[in-house]
């Protein structure tokens, strides 16, 4: 079984988004999927109410110590793919998360400002050592013409590792992201024929190859025309390394 944890401390990102969005995409290539809602907020398990299709199953666990053992159980069980949402800040138990995440995906609006608050989460990330790329949600669909500007604050070594830490393609603004949350489903069943539900395929194959897996059968090409990658982008490896309190964040979660 492989975990992905959506994690940044900015609220309103799309962890949650992107989290039911991937796992939809994932079962549709093939995986048994569960997904893990660590966020007291409930959004996930909202959503979960509003649908009526059985699956994914949707799982509450707030508490930073059930995170390990409840993995190793969905293990045993068959899940191959568990994808876990997690609040906005960084909470205990999405620390414990991280830590035994396969992958860390961090959603951020295309915006300086946004990139910058994502520093704390990545700090964790790295101090875990755990593979991670960022993704750009929301971004309006000319974002490279609209965020130029940024792009000159930003030096030519910081570009040189962004394909290696940017997940493909970006995500566009559209209702049909937030339809679909409203109405129980993801946007690849409420609007399978879609640029959105495109690009979340494409995003999921992306992550997919990057944690090491064969393309499974079922996956769909991955589209030719990706979104155009904002300039604001290399920002993202720019972002300053903040010690963050190690006895917070390399601490072993408490197993009683
Ligand atoms: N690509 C998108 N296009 C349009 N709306 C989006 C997109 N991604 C997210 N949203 C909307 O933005 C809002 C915030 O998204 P979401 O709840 O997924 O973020 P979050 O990171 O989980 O927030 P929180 O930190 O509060 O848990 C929601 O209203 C959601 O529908
Ligand atoms: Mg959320």
């Not at 396969?102 to 964790?124: G, H, K, N, Y």
């Not at 974002?143 to 604050?153: D, F, H, K, T, V």
């Not at 959105?196 to 991955?222: F, K, V, Y």
Request: glycine share 6%; aromatic share 4%.
């Amino acid at each position: 079984m492989q975990t992905i944890v959506l994690t940044t401390q900015k609220g309103g990102a799309g962890k949650t988004t992107l989290a039911i969005s991937l796992a939809l995409a994932a079962i549709r290539a093939g995986h048994n999927v569960r997904l893990i809602d660590t966020d007291t907020q409930g959004s996930v398990s909202n959503w979960r109410r509003r649908r009526t299709c059985a699956a994914p199953i949707v799982e509450p666990i707030y508490a930073a110590r059930q995170v390990e053992q409840r993995l190793q159980s969905l293990s045993r069980e068959g899940v191959t793919m568990t994808i876990v949402d997690t609040a906005a800040g960084i909470t205990a138990a999405t620390v414990s998360a991280i830590r035994y995440a396969d992958f860390c995906l961090i959603p951020t609006r295309p915006s300086l400002v946004d990139i910058e608050a994502t520093a704390a989460t990545l700090s964790v990330v790295r101090a875990w050592r755990k593979p991670f790329a960022y993704v750009l949600n929301q971004t309006p669909i000319r974002a490279a013409a609209r965020l130029a500007g940024a792009e000159n604050s930003l030096g030519d070594e910081a570009a040189l590792d962004i394909d290696d830490i940017l997940a493909r393609p970006s995500i566009v603004m559209r209702n049909d992201h937030q339809d679909a949350l409203s109405v129980g489903l993801a946007v690849c069943e409420y609007a399978p024929g879609g640029k959105s539900a495109e690009e979340i395929r494409a995003l999921w194959q992306w992550i997919d190859a990057r944690m090491g897996n064969e393309a499974t059968a079922t996956d769909e090409p991955i589209i030719e025309e990706l979104v155009e990658t904002p300039a604001v982008l290399p920002a993202m490896a720019a972002l300053p390394r903040i010690e963050t309190d190690s006895a917070l964040f390399l601490r072993a979660p408490a197993r009683n």
